[in-house]
């Protein structure tokens, strides 16, 4: 295994239009045996970075080394990667044993080495009673399991995924996770993984590079992307519903207050955030509250501001319940444990709590203030 180096990679694309820069220059330092995942909304250039450590993709600037080696220019082969696809690119009219022993029979491994290593990776990965079947006669599933066994049995120094389960139904989607964060767990092996989901990165990155358009947001283990978002992008995109956030500015006074645009509301916020926000224009402001955090009704403690809202929606997951709530231009979602709900339009109470916000500048996006200090 080895570590994977990025040093001021970027790639630019020509056409008729001129130059774009599809990932813009950042660097990146992936430990050996790390598990990193690249995670952000289509087109904003997780898979041109992957396929440049690849190999596929040429490098526009900068420097990758795989290990000690620098391997900037070198071709796919000689960079000992092992890539697997969302499209699984299995040999059609092979055998599951012959899909798994192509990359050894080509490296000119013996007959009985690779008989050895197609079983452990089978046996790795519960493939053993397919092994004489074809791709065809294979579940989604059982293909992309394949498509992993293919990859381990070269014994790579550095795993890629792109997007290896999005074919795959929700319940496939899960179960397969569960099998690359075991395989993971076993083999200890730096593995780098795409995807657009950002449930699957948190639950499999032991740290997330969050891209948009082409440029690194925020690179971070989960936990902390979740609690303390570097800006109003990974607050949204980081999270399932997403982040509230409301546009203001901060109050005169005293004591730190933010106020939503329109005068609609106000949240105090935390006293010891008074030296940091004194500086600072008052105006263009946006506050964060996850809806986890967000109360329903009016008795929870004295310090939460109180907004009174009309509901506009309310959706029941079973376990929990989404009530999606307004008060004029501003829309504040909750999520409650399954119990007694709101009717649709009725007037309700939401109590956001003070050490629950987070603060960033409306400009530029850019968190100002952590939640908890
Ligand atoms: P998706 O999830 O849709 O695959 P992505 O985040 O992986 O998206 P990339 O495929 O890396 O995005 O593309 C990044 C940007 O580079 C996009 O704006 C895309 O249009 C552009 N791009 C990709 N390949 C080329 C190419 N061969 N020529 C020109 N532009 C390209």
């Given at each position: 295994m080895a570590?994977?180096?990025?040093?001021?990679?970027?790639?630019?694309?020509?056409?008729?239009?001129?130059?774009?820069l599809a990932v813009h220059p950042f660097d990146l330092a992936i430990g050996d045996g790390e598990f990193v995942v690249l995670?952000?909304?289509?087109?904003?250039?997780?898979?041109?970075?992957?396929?440049?450590?690849?190999?596929?993709?040429?490098?526009?600037?900068?420097?990758?080394?795989?290990?000690?080696?620098?391997?900037?220019?070198?071709?796919?082969?000689?960079?000992d990667v092992a890539m697997v696809f969302q499209n699984y690119a299995l040999y059609p009219h092979m055998t599951?044993?012959?899909?798994?022993?192509?990359?050894?029979?080509?490296?000119?491994?013996s007959r009985a080495d690779i008989d050895r290593q197609v079983?452990?990776?089978?046996?790795?990965?519960?493939?053993?009673?397919?092994?004489e079947r074809k791709p065809r006669q294979l579940s989604g599933g059982e293909r992309q399991r394949v498509a992993?066994?293919?990859?381990?049995?070269?014994?790579?120094?550095?795993f890629l995924f792109d997007e290896p389960l999005s074919n795959l139904d929700a319940k496939l989607r899960v179960q397969m996770r569960r099998e690359i964060a075991r395989l993971h767990a076993e083999l200890r092996a730096t593995m780098i993984y795409v995807t657009h989901?950002?449930?699957?990165?948190?639950?499999?990155?032991?740290?997330?590079?969050?891209?948009?358009?082409g440029r690194v947001q925020q690179v971070a283990p989960p936990r902390m992307l979740y609690e303390k978002p570097e800006n109003t992008f990974v607050a949204s995109f980081i999270g399932s519903p997403a982040m509230n956030l409301?546009?203001?500015?901060?109050?005169?006074?005293?004591?730190?207050?933010?106020?939503?645009?329109?005068?609609?509301f106000s949240v105090a916020l935390p006293a010891q955030w008074r030296d940091a926000l004194g500086g600072r224009p008052k105006a263009g402001v946006v506050l964060g509250?996850?809806?986890?955090?967000?109360?329903?009704?009016?008795?929870?403690?004295?310090?939460?501001?109180?907004?009174?809202?009309?509901?506009?929606?309310?959706?029941?997951?079973?376990?929990?319940v989404l009530i999606h709530a307004s008060r004029e231009e501003h829309e504040i979602t909750a999520r409650i444990a399954a119990g007694p709900v709101p009717r649709l339009g009725e007037e309700i109470t939401l109590t956001i709590p003070p050490a629950a916000t987070h603060l960033f500048d409306a400009d530029t996006g850019k968190r100002l203030l952590p939640n908890r200090q």
């Open positions: 570590s994977v180096t990025l040093s001021g990679i970027a790639k630019t694309y020509e056409d008729r239009s001129g130059r774009h995670v952000g909304p289509s087109g904003c250039g997780k898979t041109t970075t992957l396929r440049m450590i690849a190999g596929l993709e040429s490098i526009s600037a900068g420097e990758l080394k795989i290990g000690d080696r620098v391997v900037t220019d070198l071709p796919p082969k000689e960079r599951v044993y012959e899909n798994l022993a192509f990359a050894l029979r080509l490296r000119g491994a079983r452990e990776a089978a046996g790795l990965l519960g493939l053993e009673a397919l092994l992993l066994g293919r990859a381990l049995v070269r014994h790579p120094q550095v989901d950002q449930v699957e990165a948190m639950t499999l990155g032991e740290r997330i590079v969050v891209l948009h358009a409301v546009r203001g500015e901060l109050a005169d006074g005293q004591d730190p207050c933010f106020r939503a645009a329109g005068g609609a509250v996850r809806p986890e955090q967000v109360l329903v009704g009016a008795e929870h403690g004295s310090d939460g501001a109180r907004v009174h809202c009309r509901v506009d929606l309310v959706e029941l997951l079973g376990g929990e």
